[in-house]
């Protein structure tokens, strides 16, 4: 059985930090390993073949119709119609980024951050509530700078089932 690594440290580094890290080791891998389907994870796993002894893990060792299952169920589940393509299901999504935030930003990261994420969770934890427009470099007047609560805005998402 694989062994299972504790790194403790990581949680006490700074998340700027954490993030660099993160960027990095991905834009290695993906210099080594461009095949764009591949996530970091499954590019490690890629690498392991070098190591004997090791146990492959099968959950980063999946096809590529497994990973489009995946994706077409989820974002089946997130928007909903029969007649829609994966990519229009995503468009929809992004468009609704725009709705909810429609601030001029550069990236669509920052927009997701700035909305922040209210959903319940699969494991039980509690949504971060911490959120601040400083956090994401939002340069805005102190009477803008309170954060609206976007659970209470209507949804082009919240009559479908």
């Known amino acids: 059985m694989p062994k299972t ?5 990581i ?7 954490v993030a660099a890290q993160l960027k990095d080791i991905s834009d290695y891998l993906l210099e080594l390993l461009p095949d764009p389907a591949l996530s970091p994870l499954e590019r490690i796993e890629r690498l ?6 090791s146990y492959q893990l099968s959950q980063h060792h999946r096809t590529a119709r497994i990973k489009l299952a995946e994706i077409s169920a989820r974002l089946q589940e997130l928007v909903p ?9 995503i468009e929809t999504l992004v468009s609704e980024v725009h709705r909810l935030c429609p601030q001029d930003m550069d990236r669509l990261y920052l927009k997701l951050e700035y909305i ?3 959903r319940l969770r699969d494991n039980g934890a509690v949504p971060y509530s911490g959120w601040t427009p400083e956090r994401i470099g939002l340069k805005t007047d102190h009477k803008s700078a309170q954060k609206e609560d976007f659970r209470t805005r209507p949804s082009p998402f919240a009559c479908r089932t």
């Open 5 to 9: 690594i504790k790194i403790p440290e």
């Open 11 to 17: 949680y006490e580094e700074r998340f700027e930090d």
């Open 48 to 53: 392991g073949r070098v190591v004997p002894l």
């Open 81 to 89: 119609g029969e007649d829609l393509s994966n990519r229009e299901r």
């Open 116 to 118: 922040g994420d209210h």
